[in-house]
Nanobody
Framework: QVQLVESGGGLVQAGGSLRLSCAAS????????MGWFRQAPGKERDFVAA???????YYVDSVKGRFTISRYNAENTVYLQMNKLIPEDTAVYYC?????????????????????WGQGTQVTVSS
């Protein structure tokens, strides 16, 4: 049984930084693309970033140059470093694990490609 547990959310002023973590268990972590999504109130859950088994990465345009996704396979953990935060980044952030192994980050942008989800962590950016 796969479990994903996010941590690291909180309240930060615009221009500040946060680092989200997601600890995974239940499958061979290193084989799967991991993704971060976010959902603002009243909106769809949108793709933010993904990192493949080979450590290739892909980002939505709005976070390029500000967010960095990384993974540490030895501890089954994926991170999202968020810098230069803006109020529009306010959302619940979800970690997800791809349904199939050995995929590429650049094509793992759709929610349906992910089989497992964490409970979410709130990020609030004040202006």
């Amino acid at each position: 049984q796969v479990q994903l547990v996010e941590s690291g959310g909180g309240l930060v002023q615009a221009g500040g930084s946060l680092r989200l973590s997601c600890a995974a268990s239940g499958r061979t972590f290193s084989r799967y693309t991991m993704g971060w999504f976010r959902q603002a109130p009243g909106k769809e859950r949108d793709f933010v970033a993904a990192i493949s088994w080979s450590h290739s990465t892909y980002y939505v345009d709005s976070v390029k140059g500000r967010f960095t996704i990384s993974r540490y396979n030895a501890e089954n953990t994926v991170y999202l470093q968020m810098n230069k935060l803006i109020p529009e980044d306010t959302a619940v952030y979800y970690c997800a694990q791809a349904r199939d192994p050995w995929g590429e980050a650049g094509v793992a942008t759709d929610r349906t490609q992910y089989a497992y989800w964490g409970q979410g962590t709130q990020v609030t950016v004040s202006s």
